[in-house]
């Protein structure tokens, strides 16, 4: 393959004229004429949902039918103040609509910015391009991180290797040779080249995977999940219940059918927890916009939720803990190596690489190739993280040829080798050390690395983050455990992990077992661990795993891709490889590892939220359909309008969710969503529907003549607004100033309607006499005092 010069960096935006005997790739003729054909790369980028979808999403459920039908039916039979509950829905509807549309508004832009660019060769030049914008036959440059976007064939390599596990499942690497076949959504390891696109768009290998891969949800929400499971038993419970209400009130003789009919209403609109859902979309869609202004792209939205749950963090250092980029800081030749001799080498091998990484990028700003002209590059060997050095052979220009590796010093040299002790000694201070060494075989043999001859060690130093050790402090105080997975040296790795004060035993990877078990219990006790090979991050993720953890994997390079893809949550640095930001649900696009925090507090705030409203709504259904019970079985009048509960429920859920559910909360995320909403839902809404039927009975008592049923439901209302406003206080807890105020506030909105005569009017309440009125506020105090006990007691009895 003929390469760029290495002295000219590839610019990401302007062109580059390549050397004659590259291939030249299209003409723009050429381009056009394939895109007037409709051979474009038009697969679906990475996105969320589109504004039809959220809509559909949005507006046709299941419980969205049934209270429109039910909404339709008191249009028609009763006054307007019974038919609220349909406008309701419509403001919750469109709520949900233009939050997720921000959220995805949010979503796109940031996508944008860290949209994959191919770099594609046009009339002799290679710029780079949208992905949407390649087309047949393109040539398409690729290197170490970078993702084959359509399917083609190899036409230049050097030294390339590919890894295609995340399609066969095979985890080594192949080589490529040109006339090889390159399937889209595999990557590059090892090497650089070229290849020409043979199948774009849909046809491609790889596009259907990246059509669903890409859309919306694929991360595990078991918040989800668990509304998903909690609905399903509602719509079992409601059913008969409906069916049930509806013949006890239209059967009676006595009854006016337009007042059955709303009572009938009245008794199953309150069953559906119809914001429940909303306010789950409206909280994550909240979040990602919130992250969105940190830069923070949240590719698959329920990956906000899982990061709260985790309890493992595996970290990268280079680029996570420390800076990208390193300097060179010192130079130290061996066995009477020439200094000056051993700086041109070292020129040589960073000219001779097209795509050097950070390490060889530091040694090319330090020693500039001089031997231009003079040496001839022979061969190569480009760096990989499985073999941990990389090579190059030359011709000298002087009769004299000579192959060179630079690699880590613990893999090329001998145990016994006393420049080893030297290596040690340096990356005990957190440096890191690089040996250049000649090698007596060629670049073709295997074992190459054998007995080759130490030149002199290279000394690099890379930058800790500012923000690294206060990042590790918030997960310990979290109980999150931070592990350190590198492929570097582990002393030097251990090193760099003490600055951070992060604290544990430093192990050589080496070392460890390959059974799952012990592997397990080894990463369990160590903190650091050095020398990891790719395929070892992957069978560590899963190891802890095994163990029952939650493992969220950080990284930006090559060697990050299979772990960041197993891993619970993957979290992928802006600036990395093309392949790691792919397979990642979270990516810092500003490069910054103290955005983790907040995506935890995010997850931490939609968990805890969703978990104090979910109780809220569902301790109204359980009330709910308990009372539609019981006024089956005692052959009485539902003793609620649809007018009451749309009060009721306004006043102490509708408005009281919306400030819960977006509220702060660092509340640690616990599993088992279902069985901790409906512990406290379940006797909360039984202790509702016991007591506000009770007040019911007393008040069929108490009350006679013309407008008894007005009476008797108001007294009801006031028995069931009391109690679900302190299910209110007791869900806002931990009080804060605004909480209390939100608490006080709701019941001044009752107060105002019960003393507004209009009001009174409009929601048909009147409190007849004292007597009924004060017993009623006694039951509900009574039920209050239960309500405190139960809770405490399920509270203690339930393990969280």
């Known amino acids: 393959m003929t390469h760029i010069d290495a002295g000219a960096e590839l610019d990401p935006v302007h062109p580059v004229p390549l050397p004659p005997s590259a291939a030249r790739g299209l003409s723009t003729a050429e381009v056009a004429e394939r895109v007037a054909r409709g051979q474009v790369n038009d697969v679906p980028v990475r996105s969320s949902r589109s504004l039809v979808d959220i809509v559909r999403a949005n507006v046709f459920t299941r419980f969205n039918a049934i209270i429109g039908v039910l909404w339709v039916i008191m249009l028609i039979v009763a006054p307007i103040q019974d038919s609220l509950f349909g406008f309701v829905i419509l403001a919750n509807t469109g709520i949900g609509i233009f939050q997720e549309w921000r959220a995805k508004q949010t979503l796109d832009s940031l996508a944008l910015i860290g949209e994959v660019r191919p770099r594609v060769r046009r009339d002799g030049t290679a710029t780079e391009v949208g992905t949407s914008e390649i087309v047949l036959d393109d040539v398409i440059e690729f290197g170490p991180g970078d993702k084959a976007v359509v399917d083609g064939v190899c036409v230049e390599a050097d030294g390339l290797e590919i890894d295609e596990s995340l399609l066969t499942g095979e985890a080594d690497p192949v080589v490529k040779r040109p006339g090889d076949q390159v399937m ?220 060179w590796l630079l690699g880590a010093p613990d893999v090329l040299l001998d145990d016994e080798d006393p420049a080893l002790a030297e290596t040690e000694r340096l990356n005990e201070q957190g440096l890191r050390v690089l040996l250049l060494a000649r090698a007596g075989r060629g670049l073709d043999d295997a074992r190459v690395a054998e007995g080759a001859e130490p030149a002199a060690l290279v000394v690099l130093e890379q930058k800790l983050r500012p923000d690294a050790a206060e990042t590790l402090r918030y997960f310990a105080q979290q109980d999150v455990r931070a592990k350190v997975v590198s492929g570097d040296n582990a002393v030097s790795v251990g090193a760099v992990a003490a600055k951070l004060g992060l604290s544990g035993a430093t192990v050589d990877a080496r070392q460890l077992p390959d059974e799952r078990e012990p592997l397990g219990e080894a990463l369990d006790e160590g903190t650091v661990f050095g020398r990891v090979t790719p395929q070892q991050k992957r069978e560590m993720v899963g190891a802890l795993q095994s163990r029952g953890h939650t493992v969220a994997m950080t990284g930006d390079g090559v060697n990050d891709v299979l772990a960041l893809k197993d891993a619970d949550i993957g979290v992928a640095m802006g600036s990395g490889s093309e392949a790691t930001r792919a397979v990642a649900q979270i990516v810092l696009l500003n490069n910054s590892f103290a955005t983790l925090p907040s995506v935890v507090a995010e997850g931490r705030r939609v968990i805890g939220n969703i978990t104090r409203v979910a109780t809220l ?112 206080a007791i869900i806002a807890r931990p009080y804060t100033w605004w909480r209390i105020g939100l608490v006080l506030a709701m019941g001044a909105g009752f107060l105002l309607v019960l003393a507004v005569p209009w009001l009174q009017d409009f929601f048909a309440l009147k409190l007849v006499g004292t007597t009924m009125p004060w017993a009623a506020v006694g039951i509900a105090a009574v039920a209050a005092a239960a309500l405190e006990l139960l809770w405490r007691w399920v509270g203690r009895r339930v393990p969280a």
């Not at 491609?204 to 998903?228: C, N």
């Not at 009801?716 to 009391?722: S, V």
């Open 617 to 728: 709504f569902l301790v109204k259904t359980v009330y709910s359909v308990l009372l539609a019970i019981l006024v089956v079985g005692w052959q009485v009048e539902y003793p609620f309008l649809p007018r009451h509960l749309t009060l009721l429920s306004t006043l102490t859920i509708g408005v009281p969710a919306f400030f819960l559910a977006l509220a702060p909360n660092t509340e640690r995320a616990r599993p088992h969503f279902v069985r901790r909403v409906m512990r406290y839902a379940i006797p909360g809404g039984a202790v509702a529907g016991v007591a506000t039927f009770v007040t019911y009975l007393v008040a069929r008592h108490h009350y006679s003549g013309p407008g008894a049923l007005d009476a008797e439901t108001s007294a009801a209302t006031l028995t069931l607004f009391l109690i679900s406003l302190w299910v209110l």
């Open 184 to 403: 889209s959504g595999s990557f590059v390891v090892a090497g650089g080249g070229a290849y020409r696109a043979v199948k774009v768009g849909r046809e491609a290998y790889a596009a259907q995977l990246a059509e669903e891969a890409s859309r919306f949800t694929l991360v595990h929400s078991e918040l989800r999940s668990g509304i998903s499971t909690i609905l399903k038993y509602v719509t079992w419970m409601m059913v008969p219940t409906a069916i049930g209400l509806i013949i006890s009130q239209l059967v009676g003789e006595d009854n006016d059918l337009k007042d059955s009919v709303a009572r009938t209403v009245g008794g199953i609109v309150p069953m559906v927890p119809e914001g429940l859902v909303l306010l789950t979309s409206v909280a994550f869609a909240i979040g990602v916009i919130r992250l969105g202004r940190k830069q923070c792209l949240v590719q698959e939205l329920p990956a906000i939720e899982g990061l709260a749950r985790v309890d493992t963090v595996c970290l990268d250092k280079t680029g996570t803990l420390t800076e990208g980029g390193m300097d060179v800081t010192g130079l130290r030749p061996l066995n009477g190596a020439e200094e000056g001799y051993v700086r041109r080498v070292l020129g040589a091998l960073g000219a001779a690489d097209p795509r050097p990484n950070a390490s060889l990028q530091a040694i090319i700003d330090a020693y500039p190739d001089d031997t231009a002209g003079t040496w001839r590059r022979t061969g190569a060997l480009p760096f990989s993280s499985a073999r941990k050095y990389s090579g190059a052979s030359f011709d000298q220009g002087d009769g004299t040829s000579a192959t």
